[in-house]
C-alpha cells in the first residue's frame, strides 16, 4: 500500500501517556500489596498447619492434633472467607466445602475426647458416690468415639488431602494479584481475584457482616434460651474471633483487648457447650432399651448426674449472659468495631 495514501492522525488526537504516579501514590501501592502478601502468608500458614495434624489425626490416639487440626480449618476458612468474599467462585466454594468437611468428620470424635478428659477425673477420685454410674458413661463414651472414629476416616479419604492442599495453595498463592482471569497450569479456570490495593476495606466489609451476625445472635439468645440459639452465639462468637486474629497480625490498635474478651466468652460458651454433649451423650445411653431393661438403677444413677449436668450448665450459661449484657467491655468492644467500620484504611494506617 502506498504510504501516501494512509490516512494521517491529527496530533492532538493522540491519547496523552497517563501521568507518573506520585511518590506518595507508590508508597501507598507498595503498601497494600505487603499487605496482601501478608494476608496470604497468614493463610499459607494455617494451611500448613492443618495439613500437618492428618498424620497423627490418622494415627487416632492424639486429641490435641484433632483439635489443632479443626481450630487451623476454622481459622483458614475465615481467611478464606475474608478475601474470597460472596458471591464465591466455584473454584473456591470446592475448596471451602472440603474445609468444613474434615472439620464436620471430627466433630463428634472430638466432643467424645473433650468428655472423655472431664469424666477420667472423677473416676480418679478415692471416694466417689456416683463411680458406677461415671464408669458407665465412660464405657459407653470410648465406644462412641471408636465408632465416630471409624466414620470420621472413611470422609476424610474422600476428600483427598493431598490434591486439596495443592488447589489450595494455588488459590492462596493469586490473593491480591494483579491479575483477573485466566488458566492454571491443569488448565483450570483461575477464581476471580480480590482487588489489589484494597485490603482494609475489604477487612471492614467482612467486619460488618461479621459482627452484625454476632450481635443479632446474642441479641437473640436472650430473648431464646434454647441450646441451638446458645450454640449459635458460640460459633458467632468464634468466627468474630478468628477474623479479629487476622486484625490482630497487622497490629491494629485495640484488637488486643477484643480478642481477650472474645476468648474469655468462648471460655464460659465452650465449657456450657461441652455439659451440653454430654446431656445428650448420657440421654441417649440410658434411652436405649437394653439398657434401660437390664440396668434400670444405673440408669437412675445416671439420671440424678443429667440433673447435676443441668444445675452446672445453667451457671455457665448465666456467666454467658452476664457478659453479653449491656456493660463497660461490650461497650468498649462495641466503640471499637464501629472505629474499625468508619475508616478501615486509618485503623490499619495507625498499625
Sequence with gaps: MDESNETMLPESSVAPLPPAATPVEESEAARHQEEWKKVRELAQKQLDRFMSFEPKVLRGDDPDAIHDMRVASRRLQQILDLVYPNPRPREVRRLRRRIRRCRRALGDVRNCDVLLQRVEPLLARKRSSRREAWTAVDHFLLARRSESFRKALRKLSKVNLAVFYVHMRECLARVGSAQDSGRDAHGRALADLPAAGLFPERVGEALDGVWNAFQEQVALSHRDPRAPVIHGARIAAKRLRYLLEVV??????????????????????GDWHDLQILEQMMIEMIARPDFLRDQLPLAMDVERLIVRNRAKKKDFQEKYYQMTRDSSEVQRLKDWVSYLLASPSAAFAKA
Design 248 to 269: 490482630h497480625a497487622f497490629d491494629v490498635p485495640g484488637s488486643a483487648d477484643a480478642l481477650a474478651w472474645l476468648r474469655s466468652l468462648q471460655q464460659h460458651l
